[in-house]
């Protein structure tokens, strides 16, 4: 495990604080590959758990305060982080893979991702809608971020859009090319824009089909 307060670049990865008198914490426990991290602020910090491997990634944090959490035994390839706030997190539970994913806070809410979950590509997370809107009346603001909490052993297909005050429960699927704005029920499977309920009563496993057949023929 390491700390860093400044700027440098070790095993491929760039790393960057803006502030030398700052404390900025990265404690790694897993493995670093050929990311680009920038923080600046105060108080942030980066962890990532036993066994796990963070690759090919962009992280961003910008403010004071803030969490990105990385569990035990995970496996994250090109992840993008921006993390534009105060006191916010972002967590990826253990053993979750992820194979190309964004994932934006500007607002503090928390983004939390369970264990064992599966990540395609071109994955979309957001817990805001990036603009402020306000009722021209009131003049109050009518499109405050929310938190977004993904359950456990959860598989987001390819180009999944994951939307603002979303729960996802644990065991369920979201389809390729679906744009969650709603919460989704365990053990169900949702698809579409907006995404809907299409099966439920469902579990999925990791095993990919191609070995399957392969071993069911032998």
Known sequence: ???IHFKYFTGFNFIKTKYKQIKNKLEIFGKLRKN??????NNNIIYVGKNSLLRDSNIFIKGNNNILYIGEDCAVNNLSIILDNEGSEIRIGNKTSIAKA????????????????MLSYDIEIRN???HKIYDKNTNQRINEGKSINIGNHVWLGMRAVILKGVNI??????AGGSIVTKDVKANTIVSGNPAKQ?????????????KYLEEKNE
């Open 169 to 174: 429960g644990n065991n369920s699927i979201v």
């Open 128 to 130: 805001t809608d990036s």
């Open 1 to 3: 495990m390491y700390t």
């Open 198 to 210: 299409i099966k439920e009563n469902i579990y999925w496993t990791r095993e990919e089909v191609m």
């Open 36 to 41: 680009k991290i920038k923080i600046s602020g």
């Open 102 to 117: 964004q994932i934006v806070s500007l607002e503090p809410y928390k983004i939390e991702i369970g264990e064992d979950c």
